[in-house]
């Protein structure tokens, strides 16, 4: 069982967040709990991919069009830090 920790401003940006968006963002936990983020590769509309530069550690996956997840794994089977959802810009 994996551990999902959140940021403590993540909350708030889930208030602001459209909730189509919302529930995507509660699948991926769900998913990520259960089975862990390798799980993430199965699903191809995740998008789940390594970040580089600034965030390089770093993974984001898609929970749509505009908004991305981005989160760390810390000790490669304990726990998920989720840092941000946040729109993407093109």
């Not at 920790?5 to 963002?25: D, G, I, M, R």
């Not at 749509?64 to 794994?73: D, F, G, H, P």
Request: net charge positive; charged share 30%.
């Amino acid at each position: 069982m994996w551990k999902v920790l959140e940021h403590k401003n993540l909350a708030k940006t889930c208030k602001k967040l459209p909730s189509q968006v919302l529930k995507k963002y509660e699948l991926w936990k769900e998913l990520v709990c259960r089975h862990g983020p390798t799980v993430l590769k199965k699903f191809p509309g995740f998008n789940d991919e390594k970040l580089y530069g600034i965030r390089e550690g770093q993974k984001s996956s898609r929970l749509n069009l505009q908004y991305r997840v981005i989160y760390e794994v810390e000790n490669d089977a304990v726990i998920v830090y989720v840092i941000d959802i946040t729109p993407h810009k093109y």
